[in-house]
């Protein structure tokens, strides 16, 4: 099992920054990559960030390139989201997920609400 805690979350203005942290427990050596994902009220919850604990490979969707960083604590217990320049599309909950070696999204957080005013 794996424990995953997200915060950081609150409400900015448009062109302002927040950033997320997700402190995971548990065996966190199971898991092969950590991701975030967002939902917005009344949408589907859509991928944001990857990083690959092994390689710290980054991927990131075309909408936060260049705004939002993905980064691993050294100890490979902490995965943070540095989001800049928000927009008021960037309003969701945000979540954090540890995803195991065959690829799926096996543990989820609570999620942090993320409140970005024009």
């Known amino acids: 099992q794996v424990q995953l805690v997200e915060s950081g979350g609150g409400l900015v203005q448009a062109g302002g920054s927040l950033r997320l942290s997700c402190a995971a427990s548990?065996?966190?050596?199971?898991?092969?990559?950590m991701g975030w994902f967002r939902q917005a009220s009344g949408k589907e919850r859509e991928f944001v960030a990857r990083i690959t604990w092994r390689t710290g490979r980054v991927f990131y969707a075309d909408s936060v390139k260049g705004r939002f960083t993905i980064s691993g604590g050294i100890a490979k217990n902490t995965v943070f989201l540095q989001m800049n320049s928000l927009k008021p599309e960037d309003t969701a909950l945000y979540y954090c997920?540890?995803?195991?070696?065959?690829?799926?999204?096996?543990?989820w957080g609570q999620g942090t609400q993320v409140t970005v005013s024009s």
């Open positions: 997920a540890a995803m195991a070696t065959d690829g799926n999204y096996n543990y």
């Open positions: 548990g065996r966190t050596f199971s898991s092969y990559a």
